[in-house]
Every structure is written in structure tokens, then in C-alpha cells.
């Protein structure tokens, strides 16, 4: 018996977010090509270093990107859309960048010269995650090349190195299934045949370098799979059996159990598997009873997207017998591209909260220590399984987990708290009449850019170099100057700007209980942009108001309305690292009465409009169907339990990100929020299909630009966009804004973009018949 250690992806920015700044400065023109490229091979090179000096057998290639995977894949397979003018041929980086960000037909902010000007392909969630990709997109007559050899040459730059590594690859028809086409008509399944011959002559190129092990990411074997998605796993994994047979493959799965894919996966002519233990422990046995005796087995023990530290020794009790006459392979559960690098950098964090955590760094030491002892006994790591188990009592035991308070209160919850006064036409009404907003109103999402000198002052006043005076005094007067703008371009309902924040969760989050942050706990959330998610530890209260000030102030310099700005529960909880000694439902709760507090004391101060962000409320949607029922419930009731005492006049806002509604209306229909904003701009209002007028009563701002991108559109753009929503809601229930926040963006494109979006509302307006 062997056992070994494996890393099926590392975090790709850099301890310090290098690849971040990289990218940036790549992007603004103040570096180049080569500065870029040479920062990334830099991140690569200490990424294979770290691993090795772990513990890590089976170290990964090609996980790394300069934007996203699955962008990678498209690039590899030559999948680019006619709209970006590649005409085949290796796809360079002005292609690549265009497809994630769009690109104007003059001199872009980068100095670079670009002849498309082309929106940026559509990007949603990454199955459950917070990870964002760029999605796939295909056509009736789509061909496949070999156009991008990222996934050889990393290999062999890792071979020059001194590293022999396992590439990584998705597969094919995870590939394919997350993808989308033009034509309705077109199942993205029946392009596997064209596409096999791509991934064959990676194979076998991978294999004429020297790579033995090639690692096949097929996250869609987590999914509900039909007859014909099975076809195509065995279809496809047959093929590249054929092409490549001196490379044994490791078909990974991840975020949920195989269930009734398990003999599917055990059919296919595959080397090893691997399995997510975190998600669905109860598979082991069952594999393990099923699996063939010369099937590599891996086990994803160590979860790969929480920040929690292992109970060794509990794992141990479980992995004991497993290991007996049989090589497995130790791994986390999925890519540790959802977490944090390492826990040393954290210093300031409090020193027994630290002692429960484990980041990417400590978690394949966690792996190296189980791994030793399977191999040699426990005896050979017994302090590091003695701290291990310490560690996790001394967590289990902590007064500072439990409030009796908060469970008192959410005791004494009922569904009445959890409902509107009267039904939605009836508030609408109400709210009319003090609001008195024209058609087609114009808001934005909440956010306005956090420029240079906005992050300068935070970072000097974390530092003690700026007084809080001071400081406050400059996050004045940014609001001011950005209400002073909002009005001059004619916005009708408008937003503070949310200078005084640092993230949509981690604001809230550092004034409620419960809740531990980080300097250095950076995660990707797509491209350069990266989050820093707050460890949810304990019982979650709010001692004091959280926004009630600053609202306050912002609508003191306006007669317009002013959204009063809160991130809803759902959010909050799918954006932080989340305790697992509860039910996600019931943390949920928790934090769905402290926000519950926030709007009343909004409303108190006079808020009329109060936005609570549901962003990530689809993203928590469990990957099985049979399981969305009793996610969509709590998730539903948490909202409404946020916003259930407000006043039949107070209009309820939300905001949902890239996510598909058709198959969730329902749930949506039942948050019976007022207003929802939704991103729709990269779908060209194909997402507005489940919102029909029948379906929907509420109304509705569909966004009408793309804040991702730098391209701004044109108000016949935006125009035309606002007519195929019309193809399904009634001028009454249309809103117009942005399709997300504007933190990330820079000034003079939100000028021009938000000056322009009031110009195609006025537009429209000018085509409805006169008022009586």
C-alpha cells in the first residue's frame, strides 16, 4: 500500500495578488507583453515550488490562467466567435483579453490599437461558487482547431524546471455543457465529435513530451445526467483512450457526489478518480466496494473551499481501513483556487480564531500529515495529530461561537415575520404616490468607482497615517461630489456611492458579531478582480445601525430619493467562509434578522427606496435538482425575513448577478421584492425569457451595459436592448441601469456609460403615448 498526496489546482494571484497588479497595469498600459507573461511564469514557478516542498506528489499544470480556465479551453480548441475576427491561427492575447473584456475600435485604455469593437463574451458563476467563467459559445456550423498549446508548454516550462507535473485539463463535455449557442435549436452536445480530435492531439502531444498522468476535470458528473450526457462521457473518454493510450487519466470530480453517475464514471477507460469526500462523504464505501482493483483512487478529504482547520485524527479513523491493500491518493475536494494562499501571513488576526483555520498552504500540509501516517504510522506525525485534534476541541468548546441571545431571537421568528403588509400591486401604488418616478426610471446598482485616491485614504488610515476625522471628511466629500454628479446628468433615484466600503460583505460583516477577517485572504472571483470573503465563526447579531449615517447624510444633499444600500443574508452567507458546526439555514437566519434591524432603522430615518443585494442567491442553488427545493425555501424565507417589516410604502430593491432564472422563478416570485435589478447585458436580454409579464409583477432593470468591460455602448445600443426587454414586461415594470455595481470601473467610462443610459431613457420615454 502507497499512499501519496495530490493538489488538483493552486490559486493562481499570487500571495500578494501579483497577478492582479500584473494584469492591470498590463491592461492600462503601463507595462507589456512580456512584463506580463514574465510575472505569470514567475507565479508559476513558485506555485510548483511551494507544492513540492509541502508534501505534494502529484503537482498541477495548466490550472494557472491570466483570466479563466475555461476561457483557457476555448482559446485551446479555437472556440471564438466570428464577432472577435479571429481567423484562426494561434490565439494571441488581444483575442484572448477582447473575449474577457471587450474591446473598442480606437486606441483602448492601454494605449493599444484594437480593430473590433465587440462587448465581451457573457460570463456567469462557476457551478456553486463564487468563481466567475467566461462561457463558451458556439454555432450550428462550429469547427474545432488546436489554437492555444498553453496546457504542452506549461508542462514542459514545468519540466525545465525540475518539476514533473500532472496537467490539467476540463473535459470535454463539461466543456461543451457549459456552454451556450446562438441557435436555439443547436444542442452543444452534438459538437462533441469535432471537438474529440482537439483534445486527442493535446493528449498525445503531452504524451510525446513525457507527461504520465493528464488530470480530466469533469465537474458535470456532480450533475443530474441524462441518457444522452452519459453516451457522450463514454463516447469521448473512449476516444482519448484511443488517442493517448501511454497517459493514464484522473477523471476529477468535484462539488457533490457521483449518486447516479457513479457507474458511469466506473465504466469509463480511465487510470484513477477522484472524488469529493467533503461534499458527499457517504460515496467512499461505495466506491471503494465498486471501483476495479487497478483503478487509482483519490480522495478529496480536505475541503478545498472552506477556510476550517481537519480533524486529523477523525479523518484517520475513516481513511484507516480504505488504505488497507490498496494505493490511494490524498487531495482536497476540488481546485484550492477557492481559497486563501496562507494562513502565516496573517498576523493580526486573533490568535485562537487562527488556530481553527487552515488555508491553501496548510491544508496540503494537512495532506502530507495523513498521508505519513497511512504510510508509517501515526506515531511518525503524532504532534502535528495531537495539535490537529487540540485544535478542533478547543473550536468546539469556544464560548465565542454561542450567543444564547441570538438563538432566543431566532426562537421566537415566525412566518409572519417573514410577509409584506399587502400584495405587490397594492405597495406599488403606495409608493408611487410619495415617489411620483416617470417611466423607464433611471437609478444605478449602488456602487461608483473606488478610485486611487479612495483606496490611498482607507489604506492610510489603516495604516494610523490618516486621522478618523480626517478620513471621514474625505469620504464626505466624495459622496457629495457624487450625489452633485448624479443629479446634474439627471439620474431619478440615486445611491451615496459607498466610498466608506470596502466589499459588499466584509462592510457588513466587520460591524456584525461573529464574523473574522483577513488582510491577505485574497480569492479569485474572475480576472484581476479578487474578493476577500469574511470567516463566519459564531452566532451572527448586529450590535449598533450600520448604514443609517451615512444614508442619512447622502439624502440630506438631495430632494431626490436615496436608496438606502444593504447586502441581503443569502449573499452575505454564500460570500463568506461559512461555519460547519451549524445548518447553513440557520446561520442564514441569523444574519437575516440583523439586516431585518438595519431596514427598520433605514425606513425610521426616513429611507424611502432600501436595496438589499441578493447578488449570490443562484450560486447557492444546490447541483441536484431533488436538493433546490429546500435550499430555494430557507434562501426565500431569509430574505423575506430581512424585509418583512417594511412599510407597504418603503420600495423593497434586490439584485441578483449572472444567473440562470428560468428554472427558479418561482423562488424569485416568492422573495416579492418591489424591484429587481438583474445582469443581463452579456445575454443581450436572453435571460429576460422566465420574466414575463404573467410570470413577474414586480418590476424589473434589466442592465443595459456591461460593467465588466471597459467598452462603453451606444445609446442605440442600450435602446435596442430596452426594446427586447419589452418583448416581454410592459413599460410600467422597466427599470434602467447598469447590470452591477460600479466599484471596479474608472471615472470617465462611468461618466460617459451612466450620462449616456440616461440619454436612452429619455429616449424611450419620448415613444410612450402622452399621459392623461
Not at 33 to 60: C, F, S, V
Not at 121 to 143: C, G, S
Not at 555 to 562: H, N
Not at 650 to 666: K, P, R, V, W
Request: hydrophobic content about 45%; aromatic content about 8%.
Amino acid at each position: 500500500m502507497t499512499v501519496t498526496v495530490a493538489t488538483l489546482g493552486f490559486p493562481r494571484i499570487g500571495p500578494r495578488r501579483e497577478l492582479k497588479a500584473a494584469l492591470e497595469r498590463y491592461w492600462s498600459g503601463k507595462s507589456d507583453r512580456e512584463t506580463l507573461l514574465h510575472t505569470a511564469a514567475e507565479l508559476r514557478a513558485k506555485a510548483w515550488t511551494l507544492q513540492r516542498r509541502l508534501g505534494a506528489d502529484h503537482i498541477p499544470s495548466n490550472d494557472f490562467s491570466l483570466y479563466d480556465h475555461v476561457l483557457d479551453t476555448s482559446a485551446m480548441v479555437g472556440a471564438v466567435p466570428p464577432s472577435f475576427g479571429w481567423r484562426g491561427g494561434p490565439i494571441d492575447l488581444d483575442i484572448y483579453f477582447a473575449m474577457a473584456r471587450g474591446a473598442h475600435a480606437e486606441a483602448d485604455s492601454c494605449g493599444r490599437h484594437h480593430a473590433l469593437d465587440v462587448p465581451a463574451a457573457e460570463m456567469t458563476k462557476w457551478f456553486d461558487t463564487n468563481y466567475h467563467y467566461l462561457v463558451p459559445e458556439f454555432a450550428a456550423d462550429q469547427t474545432f482547431e488546436l489554437a492555444s498549446t498553453k496546457a504542452i508548454d506549461e508542462f514542459l516550462e514545468a519540466k525545465a524546471l525540475g518539476f514533473h507535473t500532472r496537467p490539467v485539463l476540463l473535459g470535454p463535455v463539461s466543456f461543451l455543457k457549459l456552454g451556450k449557442t446562438r441557435d436555439g435549436e443547436l444542442d452543444p452536445r452534438a459538437l462533441l465529435g469535432a471537438l474529440l480530435p482537439v483534445y486527442a492531439a493535446v493528449l498525445t502531444q503531452l504524451a510525446d513530451v513525457g507527461a504520465d498522468w493528464v488530470q480530466i476535470d469533469e465537474p458535470c458528473l456532480a450533475l443530474d445526467l441524462d441518457d444522452r450526457d452519459r453516451a457522450a462521457l463514454h463516447l469521448a473518454y473512449g476516444a482519448l483512450a484511443r488517442a493517448a493510450p501511454r497517459l493514464r487519466l484522473m477523471l476529477t470530480t468535484y462539488f457533490g457526489g457521483l449518486g447516479d453517475n457513479l457507474l458511469t464514471a466506473l465504466a469509463l477507460p480511465v487510470a484513477g478518480l477522484h472524488l469529493d469526500l467533503v461534499r458527499a462523504p457517504e460515496q467512499l464505501e461505495l466506491v471503494m466496494a465498486a471501483a476495479p482493483s487497478d483503478l487509482t483512487v483519490s480522495l478529496g478529504v480536505i475541503d478545498g473551499r472552506n477556510v476550517w482547520r481537519s480533524d486529523l485524527e477523525a479523518m484517520l479513523d475513516r481513511l484507516e481501513p480504505v488504505a488497507q491493500g490498496r494505493d490511494i491518493v490524498l487531495a482536497p475536494s476540488c481546485s484550492l483556487l477557492h481559497c486563501p494562499i496562507d494562513l502565516a501571513q496573517e498576523r493580526s488576526l486573533d490568535p485562537e480564531i487562527r488556530t481553527w483555520l487552515a488555508f491553501a498552504v496548510q491544508k496540503i500540509e494537512e495532506l502530507a500529515v495523513l498521508a505519513s501516517a497511512l504510510n508509517h504510522g501515526r506515531s511518525s506525525v503524532a504532534g502535528a495529530l495531537a495539535a490537529s485534534h487540540d485544535a478542533a476541541e478547543l473550536r468546539r468548546t469556544s464560548a465565542r461561537i454561542h450567543d444564547p441571545a441570538v438563538a432566543g431571537r431566532l426562537a421566537q421568528a415566525t412566518p409572519a415575520s417573514a410577509r409584506r403588509a399587502s400584495p405587490c400591486p397594492l405597495r406599488r401604488a403606495a409608493q408611487q404616490a410619495i415617489l411620483g418616478l416617470p417611466p423607464y426610471p433611471t437609478t444605478t446598482i449602488g456602487s461608483f468607482p473606488q478610485t486611487e485616491a479612495v483606496r490611498g485614504a482607507r489604506a492610510r488610515r489603516d495604516r494610523g497615517e490618516l486621522g478618523a476625522a480626517d478620513y471621514d471628511a474625505f469620504l464626505r466629500d466624495e459622496t457629495a461630489r457624487a450625489i452633485r454628479w448624479q443629479q446634474e446628468i439627471g439620474l431619478d433615484v440615486l445611491v451615496h456611492g459607498e466610498f466608506e466600503r470596502n466589499d459588499m460583505v466584509q462592510y457588513f460583516g466587520e460591524q456584525l458579531a461573529g464574523f473574522a477577517f483577513t488582510r491577505h485572504g485574497w480569492v479569485q472571483s474572475y480576472g484581476s478582480r479578487c474578493v476577500r470573503p469574511p470567516i463566519l465563526y459564531g452566532d451572527v447579531s448586529r450590535p449598533r445601525p450600520m448604514t443609517v449615517e451615512w444614508w442619512r447624510y447622502a439624502q440630506g444633499l438631495t430632494d431626490r430619493p436615496m436608496k438606502g444600500m444593504l447586502t441581503g443574508p443569502v449573499t452575505i452567507l454564500n460570500w463568506s467562509f461559512v461555519r460547519d458546526d451549524l445548518p447553513r439555514a440557520k446561520v442564514c437566519r441569523q444574519v437575516a434578522l440583523a439586516i431585518r434591524d438595519e431596514v427598520g432603522d433605514l425606513e425610521a430615518a426616513g429611507a424611502k427606496i432600501i436595496q438589499i443585494d441578493e447578488a449570490a442567491l443562484r450560486e447557492g442553488l444546490p447541483l441536484r435538482r431533488r436538493d433546490w427545493e429546500g435550499y430555494l425555501g430557507w434562501a426565500v424565507e431569509c430574505f423575506r425575513l430581512a424585509a418583512g417589516a417594511a412599510a407597504d410604502a418603503t420600495q423593497i430593491h434586490t439584485h441578483m448577478c449572472y444567473s440562470e432564472f428560468n428554472d427558479i422563478m418561482a423562488a424569485i416570485a416568492a422573495m416579492d421584492a418591489d424591484v429587481i435589478s438583474i445582469e443581463t447585458a452579456r445575454s443581450r436580454m436572453e435571460l429576460l425569457g422566465a420574466f414575463t409579464a404573467d410570470a413577474y409583477a414586480a418590476q424589473i432593470g434589466p442592465g443595459v451595459y456591461d460593467i465588466h468591460s471597459p467598452r462603453v455602448p451606444s445609446a442605440d445600443e442600450m435602446i435596442a436592448l430596452l426594446r427586447a426587454a419589452g418583448v416581454h414586461l410592459s413599460p410600467e415594470q422597466l427599470w434602467v441601469n447598469p447590470d452591477c455595481g460600479l466599484k471596479t470601473r474608472r471615472w470617465p467610462e462611468t461618466k460617459l456609460a451612466l450620462s449616456t443610459m440616461v440619454e436612452a431613457a429619455r429616449r424611450m420615454r419620448e415613444t410612450l403615448p402622452p399621459q392623461p
